[in-house]
Nanobody
Framework: VQLVESGGGLVQPGGSLRLSCAAS????????MSWYRQAPGKERELVAR????????VYADTVKGRFTISRDNAKNTVYLQMNNLKPEDTAVYYC?????????????WGQGTQVTVSS
């Protein structure tokens, strides 16, 4: 399993970024895909999740109305569109793939991409 994030960077407050996570090595459409983030000195937290067919999404209260998670199963890619970014959104953002393999949970992480929101 390989998850490769891209799209992070430095952006001013109020700006936008789109993160991408390219997946390989597993049946992408069978896995729930999520974005987590971890700020310095804080625990990793769930930002958003989308189910296998893209029909169900979940968001942290702190990002509702600003972030949108989506997936393209034809491209094996999940996205996180982040609008109206705030300094408190600064963190390393991680892509996560969760599914079942031989009746056992299979949990996978990308290497992370840094998002910094600062003027």
């Amino acid at each position: 399993v390989q998850l490769v994030e891209s799209g992070g960077g430095l952006v001013q407050p109020g700006g936008s970024l789109r993160l991408s996570c390219a997946a390989s090595g597993f049946t992408f459409s069978s896995y729930s895909m999520s974005w987590y983030r971890q700020a310095p000195g804080k625990e990793r937290e769930l930002v958003a999740r989308v189910n296998g067919d893209g029909g169900t999404t979940v968001y942290a209260d702190t990002v509702k109305g600003r972030f949108t998670i989506s997936r393209d199963n034809a491209k094996n890619t999940v996205y996180l569109q982040m609008n109206n970014l705030k300094p408190e959104d600064t963190a390393v953002y991680y892509c996560n793939a969760w599914g079942w393999v031989a009746l056992r949970p299979d949990n996978n992480w990308g290497q992370g991409t840094q998002v910094t929101v600062s003027s």
